[in-house]
Each structure stands twice: as C-alpha cells, then as structure tokens.
C-alpha cells in the first residue's frame, strides 16, 4: 500500500512537467538501459542475457523488493515463437534508509541477469525486444521510468566476447543455498537460521527479505553463531508465514539466497558485531590517547598553554590549580560527551554522519571562526575574553573545557580513528563512554599539571614574558581563523568568505569599543550573538562547492576503485578541508615530486575521497571500515583486498609499496 501511494504520489507531481518525467534535465532517463547477451545463440541450447543500468550520480534504482517505498522493475518480453525466458535475477542490494524509511537499493551500475532458452530451429538474428518499467530515485525526489530494450542476437557457435563481463556480474548475485532454512514465531520474533558452515567467515550481515509484510523492515537486526547455522532474531511486523525467503548479505559483498520453513531454530551462540570487553578497553585507552594527542592542534595548544599561565599567576596555588583542573575537565567531557550523544541522534534518525560532522555546515564553520578570531584579539591584549583571559572560576574554566573540545574536533587524529569507529558499534552508553573519555584525554595534561605538586613548581614565576608569549600564541589562533574563513570559501562560495570577513571586522570592532569603556559587558555580549546569528542566517548552505581532487587524483568512487585495483596498484585517501592531519599527510607524504615521480613510474592509480562537506556515500564507506572519520589512507595491490596505512605518513612509506615488486 505505502508503495503504491508513493508511485501515485510521484506520478501527480510530474503531471505537466516534462522535463522530470524523463528523469533529467534534458529529457533522458536518470538510469540507462542496456541489453547484452554473453555469447552467440546455439540451437536449442540457453544463454545469459543482461540487463545493464547504467546509473547516472545521485540517482538509486530498486532490488526486487523495494523495501518500505518504491518499485521494481516489470519486463515485457517480447520473443520469437518457441524462445522462453527466465525470472530476473538480481545482484545483491543495499540497504538505504531515507527519513526513517527502509529502501533496497542500487546506487551504481548495476547488472539483471536473465537465462533464455533458444529454439531448435533458430537460424540467422534472433530480434530479442523488451519494455522495461523502473523507478529511479534520488534522496529528494522520485520518477517513473521505462524503456525499450533491443538486442539483435545472432545464432552462431556460442562464442561468448563479453564472458568476462558476466562472469562480474554473476560475482555479484547471491549463491543460492540447497540446505533448507528454518524459522520460528516466537511472539513478536522471527528466529531465522541459515546453514551456514562455522568456517565460513562474515563481516556485518543483513537479512533482505524476498517480500514485505511479516518482518518489520526498520527494527534493528541481530545475528549470532550457532555452531554451523547462522542465526538471524528478527522483529514481526504483522502475521504468521508460511515460508520466508530472501538474501542475506555476509558484510562483503557476498550474498546466499535461500528459502526458509518452519522448524527449530538453534538458542544462544556468539553474538555477531557485539563488541567485548577487551574491545571496549581498547577503544577507551585509545579515545584517553587520542584526547591528549588533540593538546598539539594548533587552535586547541593556545588555550592549553593560557590556562597553564593562569596557574603560573597565581603563583602555583594549590587549591586554586585543582580548582581550575577540575573545571576544565568537566567542561572538556561535557562537551565531547554531547557531541558525541548529538552524532548518535543524527545517526538513529538515518542520516549518515561520522565524528567532526558539524564542520560538515558552513554555520558551524562561521562560528568557529568567530571564536578563533576573538580569541586571536584577546590574545593580543586588544580586549579581555572572560572565558579564556578572565579571572579563574569554575564558570569559565568549565566554559574554556567545553570550547577546547568544539575546537579540537575537525580530525580523528592518531589513535582516534579505530577508538571512534569502536564507539559508534557499541550501545548508547558505551559510545558517549568512549566520547567523554575523549574529553579527559583533552584535559589530562592540564590536570596533571594542577595534581603534581612537581610539575606544579616547574612553572616559571610571572613576568613579562608572559605577555610575550600570550602575544605568540595569537599567531596559530590568527591562523586557526583563516583557515575557518578559507574552509568558509569552500563550502559556501564567495558570498559565504564576504558574509565570514564582515562577521569578523563587526566583532573586531565591537570588542574594540568594549575594550575601551566599562560596563558595556551585556551589551557587548548581546552585540556579539546578534553577529553572529546574523551571519549564521546569511551565509548560503554548502554552495555549489563540488567535491575536489588534488592534482593527479580522480575523484573517489567504490566502483571505480574497484575497477582500477583489480589491474593496478591504488592508492586511495579519504580528506577534507577542515581536517589538519589530513593536510599536513598531504603536504608532507602524498603531494611531493619524489612520490608522484615513483607512482607515476609503477603506474598506481590514486583516488581521492573529499568528505568536506558530509558525503553520504564516504560516510557509509568509511565506517564498513571501522572508522568514525577522517583521515583514512588504503593501499590496494592488483587483485588484493586493501591494506589500511597508519594515520600518519611519510614519503618513503609511499614509495617503498609503489616500488615492490610484482
């Protein structure tokens, strides 16, 4: 029912408007059919035929069950007498969910296979015709296709030129499975088993039913272990089946088809994708090290460093040191704790988003460049900023903790990368567990500092050359706000640098004035918010800023990854504009003459994957490998699985696998 509304629903807004109704702007259909045959017709004997839609970016079109919304495709053979045809068989789909609603799909080309039978009798072409039906779908809208479908087949000796390219895409269909399964109702559960040898390895699995109605498609699915049945507990939507059947996926592109009856379904076994306790550990040790590796950003270090000089003025105080620590520490767990908490909310609601998501929004972007350019003029003593040059309180060390954790966010840095990618496996507290360890890590070495008595009375005695420092230390956080305004520049266009300069200049000037008069601290702070929320409000929303490739890369795609290491060595690399790992690995490994000289010679294609601005398709990529977020650096050898590099790299790192022999 769903379905059929969504097709009605499409089908009254393309009423009148011809241009979508043939799916793009110039009229052609947003996914192009293709008919092939694998080899010449042979009297009496069958062949493979191929439906080949070749999908054009940002479209989607549907596996035989759609899921929650949208439509197969329907054929309509049109064959010699005494030719018969075959059900479609498609490859393995994913799964895409759109405001909470559940899709079966194919985001790239995709291949329908089909087996013909020819007469006994056939001589000469064989005219094979077809009208195909379709919906293709972007994330915004929705369009009924349909095309015809022609192949002249001549009969001959069989040969097959395009075997090869048949051979791919039964690769991608799933096995069909001889041993039976079996399921059981057991109230609002479904227990499937599938037999499934203990030796037979599985990344993530997923359960594609054949049909809609018993299972509910948008509850979560569980699978464990059972000696050597794969076990998947379901929930029920309506019913009591008489049979089940579908695909499940194994995690790795690897699909079974199989049917299922009623019978006994194996208890208990090993939880599949439950993260233990050792994994756990790990990734907590690993947030606690990434956190204080996060100290040495340069917009993060100033602030470490001003607050060490708060506690250098007041003389190493005791009580006043652990005061400030302790502040600093809630505050810094506080604040990676709710974004971690906010990215586990946009995630439950079916978006696809990893960790520094919300430099991912030009908004974020203006006011982070607003902080760094504030901060900037404190440091330079043109105005007092209670949060980071006030007096020391619990309120603003609290405040200067949440904000060193905003800031520290634009990179899953050494350690952080496997640590957040962990997180995001386990249940709700685990994940924010993982999170605000984070934020400890951020803060450790300022409570360390304010704990040790040693360390305490290395600090020097105040003096002028605290002024000096604080003055050098306004140059990473000038530059910190230039590079805010030139990543404001990429993702939101010119109007969006001209929109973040006159923010800045607005500022400047205000906390100037305030600089010079008394009791204008709630103006000044009301002035401020009306900037920057007016700035918020007028800079555009990720303008046409596209996705870039440096110099001697191509633009990422799993597909076109897929086709280039089958033959060459790749080098593939996910970045993005707001991430400082990302570019200095870029600047010091990846964009020098000595690397480019030594892939060019081996021949190693490079990919670059731009996430500056959110792509779901990265997103979805990059946690199949265990990760949260950027940077992320993947080595393939022609024919091989990708070997995952270190998080930070070095030319000869590069070289040395452009060089090997093979």
């Excluded at 300069?501 to 009791?519: I, T």
């Excluded at 918010?529 to 918020?536: Q, R, T």
């Excluded at 191509?554 to 060459?568: F, G, I, L, N, Y």
């Excluded at 480019?596 to 500056?612: E, I, N």
Aim: hydrophobic fraction near 50%.
């Amino acid at each position: 029912m769903t379905r059929l509304l969504l097709l009605w629903l499409v089908t009254f807004m393309l009423v009148g408007s011809p241009a979508m109704a043939g799916g793009l702007a110039n009229g052609r259909n947003a996914i192009q059919p293709e008919l092939v045959a694998e080899s010449s017709a042979v009297p009496g004997e069958s062949l493979d035929l191929a439906i080949v839609m070749h999908t054009t970016p940002g479209w989607h079109g549907y596996w035989l069950n759609p899921g929650e919304a949208g439509l197969p495709m329907t054929v309509a053979w049109q064959l010699p007498a005494g030719m018969s045809v075959g059900d479609l068989r498609y490859p393995v789909p994913t799964r895409l969910i759109l405001s909470g609603i559940t899709n079966y799909v194919y985001d790239r080309d995709y291949a329908l296979l089909v087996r013909v039978a020819v007469p006994k009798g056939a001589s000469g072409i064989i005219l094979v015709r077809a009208k195909a039906h379709w919906l293709a779908c972007t994330e915004e809208v929705c369009v009924p296709e349909h095309g015809l479908l022609s192949l002249d087949l001549p009969v001959g000796d069989g040969s097959a030129p395009l075997r090869q390219r048949f051979d791919e895409w039964r690769r991608a269909l799933p096995r069909p499975i001889a041993t039976p399964a079996r399921f059981a109702v057991e109230g609002q559960a479904i227990h499937l088993a599938i037999p499934l040898p203990a030796s037979v390895t599985t990344g993530t699995p997923y359960f594609f039913p054949g049909e809609n109605g018993p299972i509910d498609l948008a509850a979560p699915q569980k699978f464990r272990r059972s000696g050597d049945w794969l076990v998947a507990d379901l929930v029920r939507k309506r019913g009591n089946p008489a049979g089940l059947s579908g695909v499940i996926s194994l995690g790795d592109g690897r699909g079974l088809s199989f049917e299922a009856t009623p019978g006994a379904v194996p208890s208990g076994g090993e939880t599949i994708g439950k993260v233990g306790g050792r994994a756990l550990l790990l990734a907590l040790l690993g947030a606690l090290a990434g956190g204080i590796l996060l100290n040495l950003m340069p917009c993060v270090f100033p602030i470490l460093a001003i607050k060490a000089l708060h506690l250098a003025r007041s003389g190493g105080d005791e009580r006043t040191a652990r005061r400030e620590a302790l502040g600093y520490a809630i505050g810094a767990i506080l604040g990676t704790g709710a974004l971690g908490a906010l990215l586990l909310v946009i995630r439950a609601g079916g978006s696809a988003a990893g960790w520094a998501f919300q430099l991912q929004d030009p908004r974020t972007i203006l006011l982070l460049m607003l902080l760094a350019g504030a901060i900037t003029l404190n440091l330079l003593g043109l105005f007092r900023l209670p949060v980071i040059g006030g007096d020391t309180n619990p309120t603003s060390s609290i405040a200067t903790g949440a904000l060193a954790a905003f800031v520290a966010t634009p990179c899953a840095g050494p350690f952080l990368g496997a640590a957040l990618g962990t997180a995001l496996l386990l249940p709700a507290a685990g994940s924010i567990a993982v999170f605000a360890v984070l934020g400890l890590g951020l803060a450790l070495p300022f409570v360390a500092v304010a704990f040790i008595p040693a360390l305490r009375e290395r600090l020097p005695r105040p003096g002028a050359w605290m002024v000096r420092l604080q003055r050098f230390l306004a140059i990473p956080m000038a530059a910190t706000a230039a590079a805010c305004l030139w990543l404001l520049w990429r993702q939101a266009g010119g109007q969006g640098l001209a929109v973040g300069l006159v923010a800045l200049a607005l500022l400047a000037a205000l906390l100037f004035a305030s600089a010079k008069r008394e009791g204008l601290g709630l103006l000044t702070l009301i002035g401020a918010a009306a900037i920057a929320l007016g700035g918020v409000f007028l800079v555009p929303q990720r303008a046409a800023s596209a996705s870039h490739s440096p110099a001697g890369a191509t633009a990422w795609s799993e597909a076109a990854v897929r086709s280039a290491s089958a033959k060459h060595p790749t080098f593939v690399y996910f970045t993005a504009d707001w991430c400082l790992t990302c570019k200095v690995n870029e600047a010091a490994a990846i964009d020098r003459a000595e690397v480019r000289d030594a892939f060019k010679a081996a021949g190693v294609r490079v990919f670059a994957a731009d996430w500056t601005n959110g792509d779901p398709a990265i997103t979805r990529f990059i946690e199949t490998q265990g990760r949260a977020g950027v940077p992320l650096y993947l080595w393939y050898e022609p024919g091989k699985a990708g070997e995952e590099l270190p998080q930070v790299l070095t030319p000869n790192m590069l070289i040395e696998r452009a060089q090997r022999k093979r």
